[in-house]
T-cell receptor, first 113, second 110 residues
Framework: EAGVAQSPRYKIIEKRQSVAFWCNPISGHATLYWYQQILGQGPKLLIQFQNNGVVDDSQLPKDRFSAERLKGVDSTLKIQPAKLEDSAVYLC???????????FGSGTQLSVL | DAKTTQPPSMDCAEGRAANLPCNHSTISGNEYVYWYRQIHSQGPQYIIHGLKNNETNEMASLIITEDRKSSTLILPHATLRDTAVYYCIVGSSGTYKYIFGTGTRLKVLA
């Protein structure tokens, strides 16, 4: 069974630039999550989708971050413009449905210079 | 804020059992306890979960106290490959969002 796919694996940008991350969840998984993990901390939930609807985005900095899950399958997370403090690993996870175990991708490591 | 409390770090000798505690005193009746671990440079990996009863799978055992306010993850025979950060989390009722704390950094020593 294919796992959660994320790309790119690494990204280096300068502050005020834009960046986008892509996630393809496990086939058939209705729920998709984006987490931000700053070095030395646990993952922080940014946004949660159930199919193509947003369940929770209370921790998403909406002035610069946006996410979509068109057609309820793959998802894109965008940062525009990036700040130095956005340097982190961005993890995508999916689950069969709500309250099911999460499967994580390997993440995208973002460095903002 | 995370709904769980874990010790920041633990050491365990290779081949011995690793017992990782977690406090979740505010857990609701319908919330599950999940354990994940994260090996360096990888995404977290699911280990086990439970509601009330003790659970065991090929990776670990989960012991939940009768009042459900705490639990212990047991790795019966720790190996060097079990060195990782272990996260105990509870599912939030309603939206089922999983809030991670800072976890326990387990180091298995040769």
């Amino acid at each position: 069974e294919a796992g959660v796919a994320q790309s790119p694996r690494y990204k280096i940008i300068e502050k005020r630039q834009s960046v986008a991350f892509w996630c393809n969840p496990i086939s058939g998984h209705a729920t998709l999550y984006w987490y931000q993990q700053i070095l030395g901390q646990g993952p922080k939930l940014l946004i949660q989708f159930q199919n193509n609807g947003v369940v929770d985005d209370s921790q998403l900095p909406k002035d610069r971050f946006s996410a979509e899950r068109l057609k309820g399958v793959d998802s894109t997370l965008k940062i525009q413009p990036a700040k130095l403090e956005d340097s982190a690993v961005y993890l995508c996870a999916s689950s069969l449905s709500l309250n099911e175990k999460l499967f994580f991708g390997s993440g995208t490591q973002l460095s903002v210079l | 804020d995370a709904k769980t409390t874990q010790p920041p770090s633990m050491d365990c000798a290779e081949g011995r059992a690793a017992n990782l505690p977690c406090n979740h005193s505010t857990i609701s009746g319908n919330e599950y306890v999940y354990w994940y671990r994260q090996i360096h440079s990888q995404g977290p990996q699911y280990i086990i979960h439970g509601l009330k009863n003790n659970e065991t799978n090929e990776m670990a055992s989960l012991i939940i106290t009768e009042d459900r306010k705490s639990s212990t993850l047991i790795l019966p025979h720790a190996t060097l490959r079990d060195t990782a950060v272990y996260y105990c989390i509870v599912g939030s009722s309603g939206t089922y969002k999983y809030i991670f704390g800072t976890g326990t950094r387990l180091k298995v020593l040769a």
